[in-house]
């Protein structure tokens, strides 16, 4: 086997890695975010749920390459992909945005959740070792749709952070504030990455 078809593979692997693992990490991270009224834990989730998206989105275009595609196909495939992950960003970012005004506004009481502190600390660690993975075979592969997909896997390491931040704020705490804080920085993180993923697609072209 080359060591670009073991490339491919090895790629395959980490995003196969990478569905299994946003499935349980958005349903735990939407679970606590739903019950504490949490919008960093909730748009934690949102973002597991794109992450997941991505993943599957860059599963088929790397299907597509490995099961011996023309190169024409591998590159349509890749320019869809690679659009693809700059719009869920996009998507993300207005979704943040718009729930951290929201949450601001209505003023509901958020609640301390000893399940986020857990889920938000264990996914920052994990998430560190998908997107240097990732961002690695993406370079090697020269694939902008990988390397917008390790941009999304840092971001939500980030997020992850800044969520468990956010948590142990309110749960240690009593700070509420904090909540609608992390949110905004979040929505900062996925708006950083989300134009740089943006410029990955256009190069792509």
Not at 84 to 104: N, R
Not at 152 to 170: H, K, N
Not at 182 to 202: D, M, N, P, Q
């Amino acid at each position: 086997m080359s060591t670009h078809r073991l490339q491919v593979t090895q790629a395959l692997y980490w995003e196969f890695a990478s569905i299994l693992w946003m499935i349980g990490e958005a349903a735990f991270a939407l679970d606590a975010g739903w019950k504490a009224h949490s919008l960093v834990l909730t748009g934690f989730g949102a973002d597991s749920l794109i992450e997941l998206l991505s993943a599957v989105i860059l599963f088929w275009r790397l299907r597509v390459e490995a099961r011996g595609a023309s190169d024409d196909t591998v590159e349509r495939a890749e320019r869809t992909a690679a659009w693809g992950s700059a719009g869920l960003l996009a998507l993300l970012a207005l979704y943040l945005l718009s729930a951290t005004l929201w949450e601001m506004a209505s003023h509901i009481p958020v609640q301390p959740s000893g399940l986020g502190v857990v889920v938000t600390a264990v996914s920052g660690v994990v998430m560190i070792g998908f997107a240097r993975r990732k961002q690695q075979l993406g370079t090697a592969l020269n694939s902008a749709a990988l390397k917008s997909d390790a941009v999304e896997s840092w971001t939500c390491a980030y997020m992850a952070w800044t969520g468990l931040l956010g948590t142990l704020g309110v749960w240690a705490f009593g700070w509420t504030w904090v909540d609608p804080l992390a949110a905004l920085i979040l929505t900062y993180w996925v708006s950083r990455e989300g134009w740089h993923a943006f410029i990955e697609a256009r190069e792509s072209q």
